[in-house]
Structures are given as C-alpha cells and as structure tokens.
C-alpha cells in the first residue's frame, strides 16, 4: 500500500485543531488554577524511587551497575529536536543503526535508534518507565526515538552492563530507560527554529505541554502536543559529499590507473572523481566489445568516466527530511490512600521522504530483465505472417542503431535462432526525472494502564497492562518493471500492421500477449542529442512502476511485580521483588509481487510475518550485611535472576549477583556480574530469503597455473577458473565481476537466543563530608562484556574465505561461479553467494567509563561541569567459531578514547552553557588493508596513510530568563564548523554515523512557563 498524501492532508488539519483546542483548554485552566511549573511536595522530594538495573525502590539515586543520566535540563540546554541528539553525546553510545544522517535512502527513512558499546541496537533495551514499548522497525527489537515527547522525560537513564535479569531479553549492551514527569503541574509552550550555516536543516519545532491537580490533588494529568519539521540536506550541498570519490588505489589493482606522480600508498588514498558503469543512456555489450556507449548518431564508442560516468551523489541526501507531529497524555489517581490507578497513551505521526539516485536498469545479473544467460536479448527474430503462416520472415529491431546492428553477434545459446542479441550493463536515467524518492508514512501508538497498591508494612503490589503497534507505509518511485522491460526490449517494426493503423515501419512488441497487454517498445540506445530520454511519454508509462511496503509491529504485554521486605538484619531489611511477565509480539512486512520476485530491478525485499509469545517469572533480593560500622558504612550484595519461556527458542535463564560496599559514607565501590540473554527476533527467524547485489574481493584473483598452496589448488578445482586461467595466464577479473555479485540473505527458523556476560566494577565518590565538594560525584567504571554464540549474517567474504582458503565444503555450496565468460563477466567469477544467520562467534568490549559532575555558587549564580570519558583497552569480534579475533579497537567507528565535556552557569536572569565532544584518531579496517589494499609491491600501507585524525566539536547555548514565566535562547552547534573527514568509495568503515556532516548551524527559541 502507498503513502496515503490525500488522507494526511485531512489529518494535519485535525491534528493541528486538536493542538489548537489543547492549548485553548490548558490556558483556560491555567488561569483558574495557577502553580509553580514542576514543583514537588517534600515528602515526594524524599520519597522513595526504583533506580534503573533494580526493581527494588531506595531511598537515594544509586544504582548497583554503572548509570549515567542526562536529566530534563540538560535536554533544554542543549536544544535537542530528537533525544537521540541528546544520547549521541554519551560515549558509551556507539553508531546509530538508523537516523537522519545513516538512512536517508533506507527501507526504513526518519527513524532514531541507540546502539550502546557499538554492539548493535538489537542489544540495547529501549524502556519507558521501566516498560517495553513496541519497536520501530518491522520484525527487531529496535525503539524509534522520535516518538518519544522530549518535554514528557523528567530524565534519561542509561545504563550499562547486561540487565537481562531484571528486564529480560535485549539488555545484553544495556538498557536506556525514558522516565517521564509523573506530577506535573502548570502549562510550559515552546517555539525553536534553527538554520545550518549553508542554508539547509531548517527545523521548526512547536510543543505545549499541561499538567494539573483535580479532585483535591488525589489526581493529575498531563497533555502533550507537538510538532516537528527537519529540514533536507543533500549530498552535493557539502564538498566532502557531491561527487562519486573513489580511492586511485583501488582503481590502481583493478584497472591499473594509477597516478604515476604518487607513490603507491599515497594512489590509495587520493581521491578522484570516478563514477562507476551507469552511463545515463546506457552501458553495453555489442558483440565481444564491452562497455560501449551509444552517440546520438547511432555509433558507438568506449566508456568514459570522466565523460559518460553518473554522479549518483547528485541525487542522495545527507538528512532525510521529516515531519513529526506527537501527541501524549497521562493521569493518575489515587483511588486510596493506599491504591493508585494511572493511564498513559502516546501517538506519533511521522512523514520522511528518502532520496536516491535513479535506478540502474540492467539486462544481466540476478536483478536484471534477462537473468541467467548474461543478460542478453536478440534484436532480430523469426515472424510467420499471421495470415500466411507461409510467409516466415527475419526481422530485426527498429530501433537499434545500424552501426550497432552490424557489430552485434549472436551471444544467446538460448535463442531459438541463430539471432544477434545484446546486452547492457546498466543505463540510470531510464525515466528522465532522474531519482528514486521514498515517502514513508510511520505510526506509532502505546498505551499503558495499571496501577498499585500498598498491602501494609513495605509490601507494594503493581501491575499494568501495555500495547503498542507501529505501523508503516512505504513507496518508492522510479522503477522499472522488469518483466515489461524484457517484452519491450524485443521489437520488431509492424510490418503486418498488428494494430491496423495503417504504420507498418512503426516499432511494435514481438510478443502478441505482451502486446495485448499494452506493451510499448522502448528505446534504450543512447541519448538525444541534448541529453534527454529517447524512452517515450507511452513506453515509461508501460515501464514504471514503484516498490510499495505496508509493515505493522504489535506488542501486548501484561505484568504484576510484588516487592517488601523479608526480615530485617541488624545491618537493615532484606528486600525483594518478584514478579511475573507475559508478552506476545507480531510483525509483518509485506512487499509488492514484483519487489517480492526481484523485478522491479531494485533489491529483492520478500513477505515477513511472524509472532512469537514468552512467559517470564523473575526475582530479586537485596541483603544489607554491614552498617555503620568502621570501613563498613554499608556493604549490600544483591542478586537477580529470571525464566523465559519462548514460544521459538524455549527456556532460557538470565541472572546477575553483585555488591556495594561503602567504608565511608563518601566512597562507594559496587560490582556486577551479569548473564544476559537475546532471542531471536521475528525478522531473524521468519524473513524470507532475499535477493540483492554486493561488492566482493575474490581470493583467487590472481592464481596462475603454477601458484602453490591450499588456496590455489581449491580455486584452479573450479572449472570455470582454470579456463580464466588457461585464456589470460592468470584468474583474470573485471570491475564488473567484482562490483556485480550476486547476494542471497537467508534468514533461519532453528537458531537460538545469544548470551552476554558483563562484569563491572566500579566506584562512586560523592565527598559530601567536604561543603565545598558536597556536589561533586566522580564514578569509574570497569566493564567487560563477552558476547557468545552471537546471530550473525555470514559475510560473503568468510564464505569465501573458508571455502577457498581453508577448503570447507559446507561453506563451497554457498558460492555459485560461472562456467563460462557470460556476457560481461568472466569465466569463474562468482555469480552468487548464499549468507544466512548462524550462532556463532561472539564480540568482546572491554574499557573504563569515568563521569565527573559539580556544581557550586559562584559570582552570584550556580556553576556546573560534567564530563564523560570511555576508554577502551579492546574491542572486536569473532565472525565464526575457530576464526582469527578480529581486532576493531581504534578502528572508524569504535575510538580508543571519547569524551564529552560541558560547563555552563546561570542565576536568575541568564545561563549559559558550552559542551565539547572529543573523537580520538581512528584508522580504517585494518584487516582488510592487510589483506585487499595492499600497495603495488605487495606491502601493507603505513598506518599514517589510514589513519584519520581526532575532532572536536563544541556546541553553545546562552539563555535569558529575567522576564517572570519567559525564557529566550540561541545556540550553536558545531561551532567551529569541523567537517566530516573525506573517506572515499572503495575505502571500508562506516562515516556519516561516526562524524556530524551537517555542519555549523544555529537555533533560537522561546519557552513559556506558567
């Protein structure tokens, strides 16, 4: 189903009434009931609250595992328009799996994930209030930030470290838990815009928020209503991003175009203007000449990039623009003194609109319009008269250029005569609007009701009841149906007037069903002279078509905690909390039949639908041993653990044990050590196999008749290499063969939940027996986490690795080489690669955090500085069991050190703050360059060639508050303006998740509080 356009007209106008009444009726109210905005009473000030990693409520903010939190303040003075900004900052917070910045051109566009130690979003668990909430992306575990209301968050927690026991699956990295204000009291309205320095990112952000008593404040509510519009930036508004870069030594071991003038390390990474075979009126193979470009006059010549070549990054954008509108509500009532019932409800409408370059229509490959024999088609064919069957007649195609007609041969074994075919590559601007655009419509809706209840002494039961679905419509356009593409492709001129219009030189379809069909010959050779489309208005007609997705996530979840206390000790009481859990999770994801069969020339996306439920029983306790005795001010140990029962994988256990010791009450030293568990999730077991197209590195390349060892004797056992070799005295291989394999995603039903175990040690120092250090906390982590029988997709490079270099069988039924030279592919290249999911491998992470907070009156106003620093000591991964560690420590991406910083002051009439974040130098994949970039001699590159400095960006806000109940503020992110690196196509390492690319910008805003 297509993004509804019509509909959410009608929509935007009801949800800017309801915006409009919310704040009408909160201003009524307000002025009849007028309250300081967020005050709280002294016995909520000290009562007691439940800190994330536990379920037991203490009577101070400690957590027994290492916890940072970036509080609602810290949300406003950074001026944040969606709180993945925000938890950006954090340097336990690696590269987002999706945002603005990593998927403008994704199947999922607009949405905000958090992925904490770099271990994939997958295994970070996103809660609210401690609870689940339904996920963003159809068939994961992934929460979408930005439907999250910025001005509901009283504060971000997150934590680090394995919580499994406590929250159950997917808090293998850690768990950010959103807790949102509970009592609010009064009417806060804010307005924010903001501009890059380039013109571009223009965001308007509008929110009110309400909350007041009733019933002789046994109960409140709070509404919510926002609106947030990002701005797009495209790719060729930025110097590091408008033009097709690729490495000259890439180039150099492919086609041998190096830069004499440089020395070999330095032709690797020189960036030149290189696009790659997508000629806008085509690329193809005329007889044994390949890469041939058609002239307007109907000659032909070679490729030229410099000339012919595509400049995709023309059309791509750095940050899909999006359109959000949010709405919230919750109230709460104490039915009792002793009973509470509550209701919550979320709503989020987003608009995103990704953008690609057009897409590359091709004959040959697995995606193309002839699949299976080279991509080639004939241009003349065999015609009985359909009124003499005597009369047989050789016909040729129309439209084909003589020149090209002439030097055509016959490369089609398959033909049912001795035709001439051809085939082309890949021709982009098959439709002259040039781009594929991908509007998205995303809803996401949550409600929660439950409530709790005192049953005498310390005993407190609650319980609730959640659901949530997201749901998401998805077009893109621009696409060419490929079974109509290969009908209009086979032309002959209508020489027996099929259509009795007189026209017998006219092209029509060799086929007579296609023809009843509306089929419509095209044009495919070359350009117009002025450089548009010979494809007519009636054939793109015939051609187009567009991809279409309809996705819904549903999530159910009903559970009862019971926490009190035991007995008491002379050291203080022993609590627990036991409770019980049961959740039932669905996912679809439904594509149109043509995406489904890979014929609409993009990737094959297939049907994904799936559900699975779990029952879950859980405990844990907390025993005081010590107190208040010499080295001992207290020393607790605690422990957790929880059963799930899967209706996929079975039952599993997750547990944890751990300890506090404070010797006095200024030092706090705690430990933890955690087992944690991940199922699979729906998309991992139950998505369909799928189709696309990926770059390889071929480890026979290279192998001549006479190399020794493993792996040639494994590549020359291959047919279709010894005749590479026999023909070129080597295993010979294009760009084409390398750019153009074919790759199958197999998901799989029989695999099993993961495992994680993280220990931590720390220790929080708050020297509050200091008055003047009363306000300081410095914490130090340690953390190490191991990550076991990990879901992993079998990279294309393993399968051939272990098929070839190690000689395994179980890895060789994988990989599909050609028999023979097909088209404009070699003989024994690789055609096709079959990577499925496997539990296998792990990942490793292991560094300190330290967190530094202070705050102190100075100069007749209030002073603070915090600070952030995670350093690692390792980090990598293990792609199979009995594999090499793969050492990623330092590597783009995962720095050594990174730190954020920020200092800020303000007294009753201004504020200001300025925050910093630093990047330590990290250097590209270093396994690949010791194995695939490799210099012309054979050597592995200095590191100072693949090493790419330290940043530093710096943001600013200044405030003014001296007018009673108004607030202004500007700020500036990026201040200096710091780019993103340039890393060149051909060059590994992910980018734009890593470094800001957007650049200086600047926001202003107003808040009104009553």
Not at 185 to 201: A, V
Not at 509 to 517: E, F, I, K, L, M
Not at 627 to 635: I, K, N, Y
Not at 832 to 860: C, K, M, P, W
Request: aromatic share 10%; glycine share 10%.
């Amino acid at each position: 189903m297509k993004v509804a356009h019509t509909s959410r007209g009608m929509r935007h106008a009801l949800l800017l009434t309801g915006a409009s009444a919310l704040t009408l009726f909160a201003a009524a109210a307000q002025a009849q009931d007028a309250a300081p905005v967020g005050e709280q009473s002294a016995a909520q000030a000290e009562a007691e609250i439940v800190v994330t990693g536990s379920r037991i409520a203490s009577p101070a903010l400690t957590s027994p595992s290492p916890l940072q939190v970036v509080t609602a303040e810290a949300l406003e003075n950074q001026g944040v328009v969606n709180v993945q900004d925000a938890l950006q900052q954090n340097p336990a917070v690696g590269v987002p799996g999706q945002s603005r910045t990593t998927n403008g051109a994704s199947t999922n566009p607009g949405l905000a994930t958090v992925n904490l130690r770099n271990l994939g979003a997958d295994r970070t668990l996103v809660l609210i209030d401690g609870r689940r909430s339904v996920a963003g992306v159809p068939g994961t575990a992934q929460v979408d930030l930005s439907m999250i209301p910025t001005p509901f968050i009283e504060r971000v927690d997150v934590l680090t470290g394995g919580a499994s026991a406590v929250y159950g699956s997917d808090a293998v990295a850690g768990v950010v838990n959103f807790i949102y204000k509970k009592k609010f009291e009064g009417l806060q309205l804010n307005l924010q815009s903001g501009i890059s320095e380039r013109g571009d990112d223009r965001q308007i952000v509008g929110n009110v928020t309400y909350g007041a008593n009733f019933a002789g404040d046994r109960g409140n509510i709070m509404l919510y209503g926002g609106y947030v519009n990002e701005g797009v930036v495209r790719n060729n508004s930025r110097d590091f991003s408008r033009l097709d870069y690729t490495s000259l030594g890439t180039t150099q071991r492919v086609a041998g175009n190096s830069d004499t003038n440089l020395t070999a390390a330095q032709n690797l990474f020189t960036p030149f203007y290189n696009p790659s075979n997508v000629g806008p009126g085509g690329v193809f193979v005329i007889g044994t000449l390949t890469n041939r470009i058609i002239n307007p006059d109907g000659s032909f010549r070679a490729y030229n990039a410099a000339t012919d070549g595509y400049n995709r990054e023309e059309y791509k954008l750095l940050a899909a623009p999006s359109e959000r509108y949010t709405f919230a509500g919750r109230v709460n009532y104490d039915v009792t003194d002793n009973a509470n019932v509550f209701a919550e409800a979320t709503y989020t409408n987003v608009l995103t609109k990704g953008r690609m370059e057009a897409s590359p229509m091709r004959t040959d490959s697995a995606l193309g319009a002839f699949p299976g024999n080279g991509g080639f088609y004939p241009i003349e064919f065999s015609v009985v008269n359909p009124t003499n069957p005597a009369d047989v007649r050789r016909l040729a195609n129309p439209l084909v250029p003589a020149a090209v007609f002439a030097a055509a041969t016959n490369r089609n074994v398959n033909d049912a005569i001795a035709s001439k075919d051809l085939s082309f590559l890949v021709r982009t601007t098959m439709f002259d609007d040039g781009t594929r655009t991908i509007p998205t419509e995303r809803d996401n809706f949550r409600v929660v009701i439950g409530g709790d209840v005192n049953l005498g002494g310390s005993w407190k039961l609650d319980a609730y009841y959640q659901y949530g679905f997201t749901k998401q419509n998805q077009s893109m356009s621009g696409l060419a149906n490929l079974y109509n593409l290969a009908e209009a492709v086979q032309a002959i001129p209508d020489v027996f007037d099929y259509d009795n219009d007189g026209n017998r030189t006219e092209a029509v379809c060799v086929n007579a069903s296609a023809r009843a069909q509306g089929c419509v010959p095209v044009d495919v050779y070359g350009l117009n002279a002025n450089g548009t489309s010979k494809i007519s208005p009636e054939a793109v007609k015939y051609l187009k078509t567009s991809l279409t997705r309809a996705s819904k996530q549903q999530m159910h979840v009903a559970a009862a905690n019971l926490t009190g206390t035991l007995f008491t000790l002379p050291a203080g009481p022993v609590q627990v909390a036991v409770g019980a859990e049961y959740r039932k999770e669905e996912s679809r994801d439904i594509f149109d039949p043509l995406t489904n069969q890979a014929r609409n020339g993009y990737v094959q996306l297939t049907d994904t639908a799936g559900k699975f439920d779990v029952k879950e029983a859980y405990g844990e306790i907390v025993v005081p041993i010590l107190s208040d005795t010499p080295f001992f001010h207290a020393l607790t140990l605690r422990a957790a653990g929880r059963m799930s029962d899967y209706s996929t994988v079975g039952t599993f256990y997750a547990w944890n044990v751990g300890g506090e010791w404070s010797p006095v009450e200024d030092i706090r030293l705690r430990a933890v050590y955690a087992h944690a568990v991940r199922a699979p999730n729906i998309g991992e077991l139950y998505a369909a196999p799928a189709a696309g197209i990926i770059s390889i590195t071929d480890p026979c390349q290279g192998i001549t008749a006479t190399t020794t060892g493993t792996l040639a004797t494994n590549c020359r056992a291959v047919p279709g290499i010894a005749a590479n070799i026999a023909a070129n005295g080597s295993f010979t291989l294009t760009q084409a063969d390398l750019a153009g394999v074919g790759s199958l995603t197999a998901n799989n039903p029989n695999i099993q939940q993961e495992t994680g175990k993280t220990l931590t040690l720390g220790a929080v120092i708050n020297p509050r027996s200091i008055n003047a250090l009363r306000n300081l906390t410095i914490s130090v982590d340690y953390f190490d986490i191991e990550l076991e029988d990990a879901i992993n997709r079998v990279a294309a490079a393993t399968v051939l690795n272990k098929c070839y270099r190690e000689g395994l069988p179980e890895f060789c039924q994988f990989v599909t080489r050609r028999t023979g030279s097909s088209g404009a592919y070699s003989s024994g290249s690789v055609e096709q690669v079959v990577r499925g999911l496997v539990n296998s491998g792990g990942s490793f992470s292991r560094g300190i955090d330290v967190t530094l907070n202070y705050s102190h009156e100075v100069a007749g106003g209030k002073a603070s500085l915090s600070a952030a620093w995670t350093h690692l000591f390792k980090n990598g991964f293990i792609a199979l069991t009995g594999d090499p560690y793969d050492n990623t420590m330092g590597e783009l991406g995962t720095p050594r050190d990174a730190v954020t910083a920020g200092i800020g002051w303000e007294n009753d009439d201004f504020g200001f703050n300025v925050s910093g974040e630093y990047i330590a130098p990290q250097v590209l994949d270093y396994e690949n360059f010791q194995t695939l970039y490799r210099t012309a001699s054979g050597a592995v590159p200095d590191e100072k060639y693949f090493r790419i400095g330290s940043k530093i960006y710096t943001d600013l806000q200044v405030r003014y508050t001296g007018i009673e109940h108004f607030e202004f503020y500007l700020g500036v992110k990026n201040l200096f303006d710091v780019e993103r690196p340039g890393i060149w196509g051909g060059l590994p390492g992910p980018v734009n998740g890593v470094y800001d690319v957007i650049g200086r910008r600047f926001y202003t805003g107003a808040r009104l509080k009553f």
